[in-house]
């Protein structure tokens, strides 16, 4: 989405925003995405494996779709991961007052299709070709050199058909588990399940 479309967004939605609850805010704004035909990221998870230095993605919920790209390697060790997995668009939205130059800030406008095509090990999933998500809040015990740590990982599962795709979220990138279980069950179209 370009700065001029969320701006655009914003005098469409002056006055229809006002009592809404922050799920019903992201809501609107995802309904007038589809209704413009403009698909727009809505969450981003990242995902760790061995403790940052394993295969780790972004997995990002658009209004159409779940999108899963690898991590460059400098993203590994220095990504913060979004404020309890809100994109930029959707996070303004639930501000009280938005400067102007959040809004132009370039960092928060996002091209789904660029994230595709920046690594051709990136695939997406149509919502309409998921069956469920799980997610469940756990601990993972890791061993060093015998002595061990525990790290405080949450887990998500999305089944697609007769396909399967696990990926842990560490806790601490991702914000807090029920901020997290709250907006995928509110916002994304398909069955979002604690386990």
């Given at each position: 989405?370009?700065?001029e479309?969320?701006?655009?967004?914003?005098r469409y939605?002056?006055?229809?925003?006002?009592?809404?609850?922050?799920?019903?805010?992201?809501?609107?704004?995802?309904?007038?995405?589809?209704?413009k035909?403009i698909?727009?990221?809505?969450?981003?998870?990242?995902?760790?494996?061995?403790?940052?230095w394993g295969e780790?993605?972004?997995?990002?919920?658009?209004?159409?779709r779940?999108?899963v790209?690898?991590k460059n390697?400098?993203?590994?060790?220095?990504?913060?991961?979004?404020v309890?997995?809100?994109?930029p668009y959707p996070?303004?939205?639930?501000r009280?007052k938005?400067?102007?130059?959040?809004?132009?800030n370039?960092?928060?406008?996002?091209?789904v299709?660029?994230?595709l095509s920046?690594n051709?090990?990136?695939y997406?999933?149509?919502?309409k070709n998921?069956?469920h998500i799980?997610?469940?809040?756990?601990?993972?015990t890791?061993v060093h050199?015998?002595?061990?740590?525990?790290?405080q990982?949450?887990?998500?599962?999305?089944?697609?058909?007769q396909?399967t795709?696990?990926f842990k979220l560490?806790a601490?990138?991702?914000?807090?588990?029920?901020k997290i279980?709250?907006w995928?069950?509110?916002?994304?179209?398909v069955?979002?399940?604690k386990?």
């Open positions: 989405m370009k700065p479309q969320f701006q655009e967004f914003l939605s002056k006055g229809r925003i006002e009592g809404l609850t922050d799920a019903e805010k992201i809501l609107l704004f995802m309904d007038w995405c589809r209704k035909e698909e727009e990221l809505m969450l981003r998870l990242s995902t760790e494996t061995k403790g940052g780790n993605y972004f997995i990002d919920f658009t209004t159409e779940i999108i790209s690898k390697f400098f993203r590994k060790f220095v990504d913060l991961g979004y309890a997995g809100m994109a996070y303004l939205i639930l009280d938005i400067k102007n130059s959040e809004i132009m370039k960092s928060a406008s996002i091209d299709n660029s994230i920046s051709p090990n990136n997406h999933i149509w919502y998921v069956d799980y997610i469940r809040k756990g601990t993972e890791v050199n015998m002595m061990g740590s525990i790290v990982t949450n887990f998500l599962m999305v089944r697609s058909g396909k795709y696990n560490p601490r990138k991702d914000g807090h588990f029920d279980f709250y995928l069950d509110s916002l994304i179209p069955t979002v399940k386990l």
